[in-house]
């Protein structure tokens, strides 16, 4: 086996796409979700459950272990826009699910995983996926852009420290596929506009054939890791 590649959320959209598109020979790719289903080797855990979170921190020490290959390479797709609604009108269940899945699990997964690879010594890569929500505030969706703004943040100050304290021992970088046709959008157009306002610009991305689909999405991220991008890069598909 020459590479090894983790994807988080791969039982479904972008993740499936993902993973049916590995651009690397002798690869084992391992989705990690709740559903499985999709393309890839399942290792079943819920990333919105702090406890699972340590079981795939125990995954990843346990299939690194001795590890010879090539190409490590783990991408964080997994993500919930639910509930969308402002932040004193939602379930506080369903809020705290979103904020552990879009804010936290990212990071402490992140960390896990360069942990696990920290005495490795072929190429390394860390993908976060990132969205434009990180930057426009749109309301109704508080979570999902406070997780995203999180993540870009956290790509930036852990590829500064993979950089200075390694040499760039693993490249981490953050991307943002666009506005892709999958059922995340599907339950973003079927919002009503007293939770998310700007649902109208939905309605005329698809309308207008301007959404992407999740298979264009996917070559275009796994295109990312062949530019030569610093360390904590943060990059949008329709900016490249």
Not at 15 to 29: E, F, H, I, K, M
Not at 157 to 170: F, P, S
């Amino acid at each position: 086996m020459s590479s090894l590649v983790w994807i988080s959320g791969a039982s479904a959209g972008i993740g499936a796409a993902l993973a049916a598109s590995v651009p690397y020979d002798d690869v084992r790719v391992i989705d990690l979700s709740r559903r499985g289903g999709g393309p890839a080797e399942h290792f079943k855990a819920d990333l919105s459950d702090p406890a699972d979170w340590a079981r795939v921190e125990q995954h990843f020490r346990e299939e690194l272990t001795g590890y010879d290959g090539e190409r490590v390479v783990f991408i964080h797709n997994a993500g919930t826009i639910t509930p969308i609604g402002p932040a004193d009108g939602v379930p506080g269940d369903e809020y705290t699910r979103a904020v552990l899945l879009n804010s936290a699990a990212p990071q402490v997964l992140g960390r896990a995983f360069l942990r696990a690879i920290a005495d490795l010594t072929c190429e390394r890569h860390l993908v976060m996926l990132s969205s434009g929500a990180a930057k426009t505030a749109y309301a109704g969706w508080s979570s999902y852009n406070a997780g995203k703004a999180a993540v870009e943040h956290w790509v930036r100050t852990v590829g500064a420290e993979q950089e200075e304290r390694t040499g760039g021992r693993c490249r981490v970088i953050a991307v943002a596929p666009g506005v892709v046709d999958t059922a995340m959008q599907s339950e973003i157009r079927a919002t009503d506009e007293r939770d998310f306002p700007t649902v109208g610009r939905f309605h005329q991305l698809k309308e207008t054939g301007a959404l992407s689909t999740p298979a264009e999405a996917a070559a275009g991220i796994w295109s990312v890791l062949n530019r030569d991008l610093r360390n904590g890069s943060c990059v949008d598909l329709r900016d490249l």
